[in-house]
């Protein structure tokens, strides 16, 4: 029942920066909890980024100091500013609500998460 509607991909080159974007619509929970994991040719689905309800944020240290996740829970959105981007941050990104959690919480694995977005791509030129 909820819809989660990612945008910001695109081409960027290293060391620049783009802003993603992802609205959620539907049957939204007050107490959720929004993240982005990306996924790279080759390679698994991983954990990039997530906040609380509460603005509590978690980042995996690969992003740490470098991406900011932050959230507007009036507009039902949650962003992710990507600065000094590197290739290997090109991937896939894919924007996830998980529901039934705490304010304070930010669960990291994809398995509390219970709605995902179609993703976005991101694409870092040399």
């Known amino acids: 029942q909820v819809q989660l509607v990612e945008s910001g991909g695109g081409l960027v080159q290293a060391g620049g920066s783009l802003r993603l974007s992802c609205a959620a619509s539907g049957r939204t929970v007050n107490n959720d909890a929004m993240g982005w994991f990306r996924q790279a040719p080759g390679k698994e689905r991983e954990f990039v980024a997530a906040i609380s309800w509460g603005a509590k944020a978690n980042y995996a240290d690969s992003v740490k100091g470098r991406f900011t996740i932050s959230r507007d829970n009036a507009k039902n959105t949650v962003y992710l500013q990507m600065d000094s981007l590197k290739s290997e941050d090109a991937a896939v990104y894919y924007c996830?609500?998980?529901?039934?959690?705490?304010?304070?919480?930010?669960?990291?694995?994809?398995?509390?998460?219970?709605?995902w977005g179609r993703g976005t791509q991101v694409t870092v030129s040399s």
């Open positions: 996830a609500l998980s529901v039934g959690v705490s304010r304070s919480y930010v669960p990291v694995a994809a398995v509390y998460y219970n709605y």
